[in-house]
């Protein structure tokens, strides 16, 4: 059965899902208000020293996947607790659209990343992480070019 969910326009705040093969209406709770997430420092500057240690090893060149799967290698190694390729559902006005993303990497839960192996980064690229930060509640996230030179240069922070 295929559910959406769907807002009360109530002074209650409740959110209801419709269930597409009933007419019933099914109240579910509120629908949570969180300050966004934001990372220490000292965390950052663990990932994007790993990142740096990948780029340092691996070079520029190859595809995103392989930057990926060593990054999650090494966050491993240095005991920071890391997911790949996360589902992130999208709602809308209270329906749920389902899967509106995968996030490259989240670590610690608490801080993004979006790897690239581009010439060059672009607006299309910011507005994305944008995106994603939002919907995941991050206040900050981070664009990784593993195509540049020296991956100082291919570092970009992001905060919402």
């Given amino acids: ?84 390729q996360v589902p992130i559902s999208v709602n809308y006005k209270g329906h749920d659209l389902g899967l509106g993303f995968r996030a490259d990497l989240i670590v610690e839960d608490q801080l993004l990343l979006e790897l690239k192996a581009v010439e060059e980064l672009n607006d299309q690229h910011l507005a994305q992480v944008i995106c994603y930060l939002k919907l995941l509640g991050f206040k900050r996230g981070y664009l990784l070019n593993f195509c540049a030179k020296l991956m100082k240069d291919g570092i970009k922070r992001i905060s919402i």
């Fill in 1 to 84: 059965m295929k559910e959406i969910n769907h807002g009360d326009t109530g002074s209650t705040g409740n959110t209801k899902k419709l269930l597409l093969d009933s007419p019933n209406l099914v109240e579910i709770t509120p629908v949570e208000v969180r300050e966004l997430v934001e990372p220490s420092e000292e965390l950052i500057d663990k990932v994007l020293t790993v990142a740096t240690d990948v780029h340092r090893e691996l070079g520029p060149g190859l595809y995103e996947n392989v930057y990926e799967a060593a990054m999650m290698i090494e966050l491993s190694i240095r005991g920071l607790k890391s997911s790949s």
